[in-house]
């Protein structure tokens, strides 16, 4: 696999439009693998010894950035057929300084997983990515892994590229996470993965365990006490990684798209298939319950050491909720598409601690809130909660949304023009395929149309 070139160098802008379909979305289908999953696998298959065997692997851009840089830092990574990859790993402190610059194209994840990874090995690497990922602030992660021996040099307010100079002894972490991230939360476990002793992280609120869950599937020993809402984490630092089989779920942000999207349009009743229940990753589906979305899971079944399961959803009338905090880091990146299908409710929807959503890919506070105002929806903001006041009715839509690189955001838009009275166009859909590939044609075989289609 060739290093993919950067997507804001490859083509024009493309400008999408949603319109109503003629028709309810209906049958089943299957969304991409889970993109945070699919990270770590070959994270993990490339500190593992042995060869890791990988099925389900979300073949989207920073997926792809991931392992090309796995590549660059010493392990072998190949391709065996749609989804199924191979990684023969270099075990815990063998990764290799890379020849050239990482470039984690649009991708966050994988620059401050990275970054962790890197601060634990005595190697040097630069970091960078597109204009998005260059905007995104990388401080949070640099400050508790400069604690680890590993020295930072970036751009002013430690925006990307950035310099890392892994530590040739690095020294276990014991941090508390300022604001609930299992961004950050795993850049400190993965670098304390190379420190003697036992690395402590202690999170406010309960975030995304999928980290903790994969260091034990390849035989680190990990300890987790909960406390309040929140927990605290201890890895045993080098352990000997063994190669694993992973199964990669359906990723549960991806599948809120369709799902959304066929409680807003009338007549339609979908099913997405084998999507990842992990109790950390669902919170919107919870929401959207209490919201009175018809919403029902089937066939539920363990695969890889995580829950997945069926999900149908049908369409039928929303009321407004109030969201607490406390249940925002289990749904970190569905905002966007929540605040959605908030429009179409009826009451007060109102959504607590939302600080995280600043620091996205864009800022998605401030951009959900010009998306929902470009189609006749009022939100308002105060201090970190996002308000919506709605009467039932479907939105005018008829807006075009900028969606400043950012994929969530112009996936919502899209849903939103699929049930608003007129369509919604989004600026630029090609960063889509960095974590979605293939979304507008699976909404349209689904409306059995093209709803979704190119500005002529």
């Known amino acids: 696999m060739s290093n993919p070139a950067s997507v804001e160098h490859a083509s024009p802008a493309l400008p999408l439009r949603a319109t109503r379909p003629a028709r309810g979305l209906t049958g089943r289908l299957r969304v991409a693998g889970d993109k945070s999953i699919s990270h770590r696998a ?49 075990g815990i402190g063998g990764l290799l300084e890379p020849a050239d610059v990482l470039d984690m194209g649009n991708s966050g994840t994988g620059a401050r997983l990275i970054a962790g990874l890197i601060a634990g090995h005595p190697i040097f690497a630069v970091l ?44 276990p972490l014991d941090y508390r996470l300022p604001v609930a991230s299992a961004q950050v939360k795993s850049a400190v ?61 359906a990723d549960p942000s991806s599948a809120a798209f369709p799902l959304a999207a066929a409680l807003l349009v009338p007549g339609s009743s979908l099913t997405v298939e084998g999507v990842g229940l992990n109790p950390l990753r669902t919170g919107l589906f ?15 079944r363990l695969e890889g050491g995580e829950l997945v399961g069926d999900i149908t959803a049908t369409h039928g009338p929303l009321r407004g909720v109030d969201v607490p905090g406390e249940r925002a880091p289990s749904m970190i990146d569905e905002y966007p598409i929540l605040a959605v ?47 919506l006041r709605r009467d039932g009715r479907p939105p005018a839509g008829g807006g075009f949304v900028t969606t400043h690189m950012d994929h969530r955001i112009a996936m919502s838009a ?26 507008a044609a699976l909404m349209n075989g689904a409306a059995g149309g093209s709803p979704i289609g190119p500005v002529e």
Do not use: Y
């Not at 919870?286 to 539920?300: F, I, P, S």
């Not at 864009?362 to 970190?384: F, Q, W």
């Not at 899209?414 to 608003?420: D, F, R, T």
């Open 414 to 439: 899209l849903v939103l023009g699929l049930a608003s009275e007129a369509p919604v166009t989004v600026d630029d859909g090609r960063f889509i395929d960095t974590s979605f590939p293939g979304f």
């Open 189 to 249: 476990l993965l670098a304390g993965l190379c420190a003697r002793g036992t690395t402590r992280v202690e999170e406010p609120e309960a975030t995304r365990d999928h980290t903790e869950n994969m260091l034990r599937h390849f035989g680190a020993t990990v300890r987790v006490e909960h406390q309040g809402h929140g927990r605290i984490i201890e890895l045993e630092g080098q352990p000997e990684l063994t190669a694993a089989p992973v199964h990669v779920p």
């Open 286 to 300: 919870t929401t959207l319950r209490e919201m009175g979305a018809d919403l029902v899971v089937t066939n539920e």
């Open 341 to 387: 299908a908030a429009a179409f409710a009826s009451g007060t929807s109102r959504f607590r601690g939302l600080k995280e959503l600043r620091v996205k890919e864009s800022d998605r506070l401030a951009a959900t809130v010009a998306l929902l105002a470009a189609n006749g929806v009022t939100a308002e903001v105060e201090g970190d909660d996002l308000i």
């Open 42 to 90: 070959l994270m993990f298959g490339a500190l593992a010894v042995g060869r890791t065997e990988i099925t389900g692997l979300l073949e989207g851009e920073d997926v792809l950035r991931t392992a090309a840089a796995m590549r660059a830092l010493g392990a072998t990574v190949e391709r065996l057929g749609e989804g199924h990859w191979q990684v023969a790993g270099r």
């Open 128 to 171: 960078t990515g597109d204009a998005s990922l260059r905007s995104r602030p990388m401080k949070r992660v640099m400050d508790p892994l400069s604690a680890s021996g590993a020295r930072f040099t970036s751009r002013t307010g430690g925006r990307l590229p950035l310099a890392i100079e892994g530590a040739a002894e690095p020294l």
